[in-house]
């Protein structure tokens, strides 16, 4: 594979994993925050990380240079054998957003990363075909490649991921009046601890309930049935186990359903936790009682709202 262009900045929007129902199979994109990524074409073959700077207010971070250990550099790594690239590329990474958030930064930062590369060469994959290099950048993160955040911060709105041998993702339209209210605690949970206390086998009678749920909630989406939604948004499989590693989290819960939010559950492995309803004043109102519930419980938190299909990701700049 050849590049024909010599320079590319791509923003990946920051994603919410699962959905309720969904575990490692449903994810949707926000509009913000997310990761910027600028790749360039080097002769010298491989990939070398140049800088990692994040945005004011954000925590400190420590992510590796190395791209065999950063999600970003993974994913571009992947990439670069698969198509026998015939150049290498240096990158930067501007993290807009904080790891560890349940949000899908490092998500973000490797479909920042696959978006830009695609960019820049002679016949740019399908994103269909980028989420296979970004489950790669996935797994140096969490020990697993699933794609319930990677596909959603490279494809944008709602994506499915039907199967994952091969990876079969399918984009879901969803209500034009569906909103998201995402609350960020300010703490971390890292998603190889929350992933390690799930059990690995769970009872017929819990497995019949999610795949009802999330059957409901895809075919809510699609029908523009509210009411079906609601009733869908339902986890019974991760949320019993991980809700303890979130501080708040009951009351925040409790408070948003209380704020009239069709549902609410944890955000990816946490500790972020979203709401969704059918208006912009509503996801306002669930947000600010979300976060009094948070203040009041324990600590502080940031709020994110988005429309739920104007998530993606998108080029900032090409040469
Ligand atoms: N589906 C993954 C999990 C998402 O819940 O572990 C991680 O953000």
């Known amino acids: 594979m050849k590049a024909v262009k010599t320079e590319a900045t791509a923003f990946a929007p920051a994603t919410v994993a699962n959905v309720a129902c969904g575990f490692d199979v449903l994810g949707f994109a926000l509009e913000s925050p997310g990761d910027e990524v600028t790749v360039r074409v080097t002769e010298e073959r491989g990939v070398r990380i140049t800088a990692i700077s994040s945005d004011d207010g954000l925590p400190d971070l420590n992510l590796p240079t190395n791209p065999q250990e950063n999600t970003a550099g993974g994913a571009v790594l992947a990439y670069l054998d698969g198509e026998k690239a015939e150049f290498g590329v240096e990158m930067s990474i501007r993290k807009r957003m904080p790891a560890g958030s349940g949000m899908g930064s490092s998500a973000a930062s490797a479909a920042a990363a696959l978006v830009a590369l695609n960019a820049l060469v002679e016949t740019p994959l399908t994103p269909e075909a980028l989420v296979d290099y970004g489950m790669k950048g996935e797994a140096i993160a969490s020990g697993s490649e699933h794609a319930d955040n990677v596909a959603p911060a490279i494809?944008?709105?709602?994506?499915?991921?039907?199967?994952?041998?091969?990876?079969?993702?399918?984009?879901?339209?969803?209500?034009?009046?569906?909103?998201?209210?995402?609350?960020?605690?300010?703490?971390?949970?890292?998603?190889?601890?929350?992933?390690?206390?799930?059990?690995?086998?769970?009872?017929?009678?819990?497995?019949?309930?999610?795949?009802?749920?999330?059957?409901?909630?895809?075919?809510?989406?699609?029908?523009?049935?509210?009411?079906?939604?609601?009733?869908?948004?339902?986890?019974?499989?991760?949320?019993?186990?991980?809700?303890?590693?979130?501080?708040?989290?009951?009351?925040?819960?409790?408070?948003?359903?209380?704020?009239?939010?069709?549902?609410?559950?944890?955000?990816?492995?946490?500790?972020?936790?979203?709401?969704?309803?059918?208006?912009?004043?509503?996801?306002?109102?669930?947000?600010?009682?979300?976060?009094?519930?948070?203040?009041e419980a324990c600590t502080e938190g940031t709020l994110y709202i988005s429309r739920l299909s104007d998530g993606a990701p998108r080029i900032v700049s090409l040469r």
């Open 155 to 295: 494809m944008g709105g709602i994506v499915l991921i039907r199967g994952y041998q091969p990876t079969d993702v399918v984009r879901i339209p969803s209500p034009n009046n569906l909103y998201c209210t995402v609350i960020r605690p300010h703490c971390e949970v890292s998603t190889k601890e929350a992933r390690g206390i799930l059990p690995k086998e769970i009872p017929m009678k819990t497995a019949i309930t999610q795949w009802g749920n999330l059957a409901g909630l895809i075919a809510g989406l699609m029908k523009c049935d509210e009411g079906l939604i609601s009733r869908s948004l339902q986890d019974v499989v991760a949320e019993p186990h991980r809700a303890a590693l979130i501080p708040g989290f009951h009351a925040m819960k409790q408070a948003a359903i209380g704020a009239g939010a069709l549902g609410c559950s944890i955000s990816g492995s946490g500790p972020s936790v979203f709401a969704l309803s059918a208006s912009r004043e509503a996801a306002e109102a669930i947000g600010k009682a979300m976060h009094e519930a948070l203040t």
